[in-house]
Nanobody, 125 residues
Framework: VQLQASGGGLVQAGGSLRLSCAAS????????MGWFRQAPGKEREFVVA????????HYADSVKGRFTISRDNAKNTVYLQMNSLKPEDTAVYYC???????????????????WGKGTQVTVSS
């Protein structure tokens, strides 16, 4: 499975960005999908996950109410709408796929089966 993330960029605080992650190969519609991020000098952290059907989601507290994950299984794509961005959201954002498919909490880093290469998001103050 290949995951290609896009949509990152430079935005002012309070602005919005929409990330996309297109999958090829495998059976996208059966995977749980998620986003992680890694800021300079910090560990990669969980941001949000969505179940295979889109019926369940889980957000990190730091992004709850500002970020929205969605998926289109017909297009093999998952989206992350990021609103009210803050400088502390600055990071490389990674798309992730978990073959388990179910989301009952945060996606564990070690449960991720496939990673995308990441897209840079920079929020200026």
């Amino acid at each position: 499975v290949q995951l290609q993330a896009s949509g990152g960029g430079l935005v002012q605080a309070g602005g919005s960005l929409r990330l996309s992650c297109a999958a090829s190969g495998g059976t996208f519609s059966s995977y749980a999908m998620g986003w992680f991020r890694q800021a300079p000098g910090k560990e990669r952290e969980f941001v949000v996950a969505i179940s295979w059907s889109g019926g369940s989601t889980h957000y990190a507290d730091s992004v709850k109410g500002r970020f929205t994950i969605s998926r289109d299984n017909a297009k093999n794509t998952v989206y992350l709408q990021m609103n009210s961005l803050k400088p502390e959201d600055t990071a490389v954002y990674y798309c992730a796929a978990d073959r388990y498919g179910v989301v009952a909490g945060p996606l564990n880093y070690y449960d991720v089966d496939y990673w995308g290469k990441g897209t840079q998001v920079t929020v200026s103050s």
